[in-house]
Antibody, heavy 118, light 108 residues
């Protein structure tokens, strides 16, 4: 059974950093594209970043230069390092699987809440 | 950036009725469009991909149609569990995917 479990969310001050984790089971992270999608409170969905099976990475303009996506193949885990956090980064962050070349998110985690506030 | 505009913002219907949700793209996305369902406190769930293909395990009452810039999600006969928020998503310029703002389907 495919499962994605996020962790690492919490309250952080503006300008601070946080690292999110997404532990996967039932499939191999490195054989798929893996993505982060966020949802601000009461708002819609916003794509954040993706890492390809080959290791290439892409980011939304809103987080480029501040966020870094990575994975640990030995732990079958996806990460999102978030630096220079802003109030507008407050959201539930979901990790999601994207089968290679498909472009759609077929499995999602339950999400982890990141709150940026002083 | 491809902008997806969903209408209506809120749709109020009764169980057993037919629901028709719309998604319009700011430029052609061919058939590269998906629909997701999201219930409160839950992650989105993929319903339809490539405009008209049901994802694994999705009931036949859900159907999608359209191409180019105009797309429709139809729920033929609403079940109580179908009341949720629905989002469309384009992958035409992957990886720079975008989502619509959502349509809330509520019980009348």
């Amino acid at each position: 059974e495919v499962q994605l479990v996020e962790s690492g969310g919490g309250l952080v001050q503006p300008g601070g950093s946080l690292r999110l984790s997404c532990a996967a089971s039932g499939f191999t992270v490195s054989s798929n594209y893996m993505s982060w999608v966020r949802q601000a409170p009461g708002k819609g969905l916003e794509w954040v970043s993706v890492i390809y099976s080959g290791g290439s990475t892409y980011y939304a303009d809103s987080v480029k230069g501040r966020f870094t996506i990575s994975r640990d193949n030995s732990k079958n885990t996806l990460y999102l390092q978030m630096n220079s956090l802003r109030a507008e980064d407050t959201a539930v962050y979901y990790c999601a699987r994207v089968p290679v070349y498909w472009g759609y998110f077929d499995y999602w985690g339950q999400g982890t809440l990141v709150t940026v506030s002083s | 950036e491809i902008v997806l505009t969903q209408s209506p913002a809120t749709l109020s219907l009764s169980p057993g009725e037919r629901a028709t949700l719309s998604c319009r793209a700011s430029q052609s996305v061919s058939s590269y469009l998906a629909w997701y369902q999201q219930k409160p406190g839950q992650a989105p769930r993929l319903l339809i991909y490539d405009a008209s293909n049901r994802a694994t395990g999705i009931p036949a009452r859900f159907s999608g149609s359209g191409s180019g810039t105009d797309f429709t999600l139809t729920i033929s006969s609403l079940e109580p569990e179908d009341f949720a928020v629905y989002y469309c998503q384009q992958r035409s310029n992957w990886p720079l995917v975008t989502f619509g703002q959502g349509t809330r389907l509520e019980i009348k």
